[in-house]
């Protein structure tokens, strides 16, 4: 236990050292230059310019950006998550139903209930590449048929697409009285939540936070830590740019996660695992798929 603390304390995938540690040397080559000033002109005294990161108000300031910038953008990341877990829930759930709740009784609705459930699987992977603005590929070639894939590759956004052609089987088969009313209504219910789900990762998307907060959170941090070596410089001489890299590392380090965490949907260690869930959606898909019927397979034998 103990071992995997410390490899987890000091692993480096995942973590922000290696994008901050450049600024916090760049800063502690600056508290070097001090203690060097401080050294051969001691009698010039800059300590009035280190007295503000000493400031009540300063200080306040500061830490509650820093909680705002971390809050907010983890807030962000968990939204998008739940948001995430909605689009499986319901995945599952419209499967299940489209398999046992849709007549078919012919083999080409059997084949043509197959391809609709497998459209599943394709919304979830088309949102992934949606929300992280890449075109569809060759992911979801094995799916679905060629013209539908030229079709995604067209549209402005191709998981809504898909919905639209869920909704329309949907209305068919009641129209061919293979569904019934309820069923309709509930299934449409279930494709509606999908579209929400869809929505609510679009709106974190494209709602970032405001920059206002992002630059002033930056400006107080650079002007921090430009005043620190002249206030520590008097008491620790020539340690004032080793202690400099520690604590920017520091302010640095919590300013960059809020950065990397606001947008959730990226490709980077610190975001969701959409091709992890994608994953899980494709394999519940084709167990759906795989599923027989009870009246077409023999009961379990019970003891």
């Known amino acids: 236990m103990t071992l995997n603390w410390f490899a987890q304390a000091f692993r480096l995938k995942g973590s922000v050292a290696l994008t901050v540690l450049p600024r916090s040397l760049l800063f502690g080559m600056f508290g070097l230059l001090v203690s060097l000033l401080h050294y051969f002109y001691p009698l010039l005294s800059l300590k009035v310019l280190g007295d503000l990161t000493t400031n009540v108000v300063f200080n306040l300031v500061l830490g509650l950006l820093l909680i705002f910038r971390t809050n907010s953008a983890y807030d962000r990341y968990w939204e998008g998550r739940k948001a995430w877990g909605q689009l499986v829930f319901n995945i599952r759930n419209l499967a299940r139903e489209i398999k ?11 084949t043509e209930k197959q391809m609709v459930l ?5 919304f979830a992977l088309t949102t992934k590449h949606h929300l992280r603005q890449e075109s569809v590929g060759h992911e979801v070639s094995d799916l679905i048929a060629e013209t539908q894939n030229l079709v995604l590759e067209g549209s402005s956004n191709s998981p809504l697409e898909i919905t639209l052609w869920l909704g329309d089987y949907l209305q068919k088969q009641f129209q061919h009285n293979h569904l019934d009313s309820m069923r309709l209504v509930a299934l449409n219910g279930m494709l509606s939540n999908m579209v929400e789900g869809l929505t609510s990762c679009e709106r974190i998307l494209r709602t970032p936070i405001p920059i206002a907060y992002a630059i002033y959170l930056k400006r107080l941090i ?6 620190l070596p002249f206030h520590l410089v008097d008491d620790i001489g020539w340690l004032t740019g080793i202690s400099l890299v520690i604590v920017s590392f520091i302010l640095f380090g919590v300013d960059q996660i809020g950065d990397d965490i606001e947008n959730p949907f990226g490709c980077d260690a610190n975001d969701l695992l959409l091709d992890s869930i994608c994953d899980t959606v494709k394999t519940s898909v084709d167990q759906v798929i795989e599923f027989m019927p009870v009246g077409d397979r023999p009961l379990p034998l019970a003891f």
């Open 100 to 110: 046992l709740g849709i007549a078919a009784p012919e083999p080409a609705d059997e």
């Open 118 to 122: 497998r459209l599943l699987a394709t």
């Open 222 to 227: 650079l002007i921090y830590c430009v005043g």
